[in-house]
């Protein structure tokens, strides 16, 4: 809108995340949730598509990107611009055993991704916790009996505290904690002082049993099939690269991965992200896929009484497949799962045309007529009502294919894939089951003469 924002609401948290209830509703829809204090987030919510054109969220994203740039002592920084989000674009799964190996070869697999153009985002899942203060117990505390529960328990009551009793005050329960004073608690030197009680009942000093160390943790642990786990993600700019390239080139026989195994011993990668939902969808389709066509050539046969005149009647399914991929030509668009979904939802439209051809030679020769005459007849008869089914069915797609909403962006490639589908197996059937009628008739007449037997039509 002319004079107008672009920018709708913003909203910035320190130490807690938005999470948005509904993906329809303003910024105010939102409720926090705690998190580690050392994280934060902006959040910006866009006029809608059709109101700022030419500049897409990506872009904008991307934009912000480029202006930030590199802030020292962040260590993961992300840019994000998805009303919808599946996963990160590119996501490996490092597993391995040892942590050491495991970060060397995620640091060298985000190393390698910023060498492809337009991958953006690096991140990994290794999230190391702040300093922390670390209990190891000395031989003579070994010798004492103490065991790292026994004394991590008595520095925890001595520093957080330990429950000595609850009170009702009204509808609330009221804990309280004994635990040294303030002024104790504040120092690793008030913990070497700190007396520790041995199994025998006998007191000594910490220092004496066991040693404070400075040191980091781990905030989380990520195990798959019990071997720790570090993802890394990244997100890319489709109009430079794909995230499909990008796993192909890395996975190249005798490539980086490769390489990355021998360098790194004991490790495995796996892949999550768009490729792995990719990959677990077209599986679930191709396993899907056959059965349905079992079960269309099942609903064909058994109205013709015939095994042949189903497979001209599926004739079209091909060619409806054809014109999927030139509708995504035409319109300059890329194919996607959604496209798929319409290819496979198509495979069941098409056969429309072609079932009503077949059935009206099928009545015409039934009346006792020439079956060229029959074939003749039906594709004049019959042009125009498959004609107009398949340009009513093309023209209620339409709107969804020229929508510019981001609404309907998911759903514009299955639309595509349905209404050029269509047209193109209809004007190809038009003139290929006739012929293939035909050319059945034919054979079925050339083996009755060799084996010597009668003829019913196919």
Not at 136 to 148: A, D, F, M, S
Not at 167 to 184: A, F, S
Not at 306 to 312: C, G, K, M, V
């Amino acid at each position: 809108v002319q004079g107008e924002s672009i920018f709708r609401h913003m909203m910035t948290t320190v130490g807690q995340q938005p999470y948005a209830k509904t993906q329809s509703q303003g910024a105010g829809d939102y409720v926090l949730t705690l998190t580690s204090g050392h994280q934060g987030e902006v959040h910006i919510e866009l006029l809608p598509s059709e109101k700022r054109p030419g500049t897409s969220s990506e872009e904008m994203a991307l934009m912000w990107k480029e202006k930030v740039g590199q802030i020292p002592g962040v260590k993961d920084i992300t840019f994000t611009a998805s009303l919808f989000s599946s996963g990160a674009a590119i996501e490996f799964q490092v597993e391995g055993e040892d942590y050491a190996v495991l970060q060397r070869a995620v640091d060298q697999v985000k190393q390698k991704l910023t060498e492809f153009d337009g991958v953006y985002s690096i991140a990994d899942s290794f999230d190391q916790a702040k300093l922390e203060t670390q209990i190891r117990l000395k031989p003579l505390g070994i010798e004492l009996g103490l065991t790292p529960s026994t004394i991590g328990q008595q520095v925890r009551q001595a520093f957080f505290g330990a429950e000595a009793q609850r009170v009702q005050r009204g509808n609330e329960e009221i804990r309280i904690m004994v635990r040294y004073p303030q002024d104790e608690r504040d120092s690793v030197y008030h913990l070497n002082r700190m007396m520790i009680q041995l199994p025998s009942g006998q007191e000594v000093p910490f220092s004496q049993v066991a040693e404070a160390v400075p040191g980091a943790g781990l905030n989380t642990i990520t195990r798959v099939d019990g071997r720790r786990v570090i993802n890394v993600t990244a997100s890319v700019d489709s109009s430079k690269v794909t995230a499909n390239e990008v796993v192909q080139a890395l996975r190249a026989p005798g490539g980086f991965f490769e390489q990355l195994k021998i360098d790194n011993p004991g490790i495995e990668l796996g892949f999550e992200g768009e490729a792995a939902d990719q990959r677990e969808l077209m599986g679930g389709i191709i396993q899907g896929f056959p059965l349905a066509i079992m079960i269309i050539f099942a609903l064909l046969a058994i109205p013709f009484k015939s095994y042949l005149q189903p497979f001209i009647v599926m004739s079209a399914i091909p060619f409806g497949l054809v014109g999927a991929i030139l509708g995504h030509l035409i319109m300059n668009m890329e194919l996607t799962i959604m496209s798929v979904f319409g290819i496979v939802a198509l495979s069941g439209v098409v056969v429309n045309d072609n079932l009503v051809l077949v059935d009206f030679i099928n009545r015409q020769r039934d009346k006792g007529g020439d079956i060229l005459q029959a074939a003749k007849i039906a594709g004049i008869s019959r042009f125009r009502p498959i004609l107009l089914t398949s340009l009513t069915t093309f023209a209620g797609l339409t709107p969804l294919i020229l929508e510019t909403s981001v609404q309907a962006k998911f759903l514009i490639p299955m639309a595509v894939s349905l209404a050029f589908g269509v047209m193109f197996a209809t004007m190809i059937s038009l003139l290929l089951v006739p012929s293939l009628y035909l050319i059945l008739h034919d054979l079925k007449e050339f083996f009755s003469r060799m084996t010597g037997s009668g003829n019913t039509h196919g």
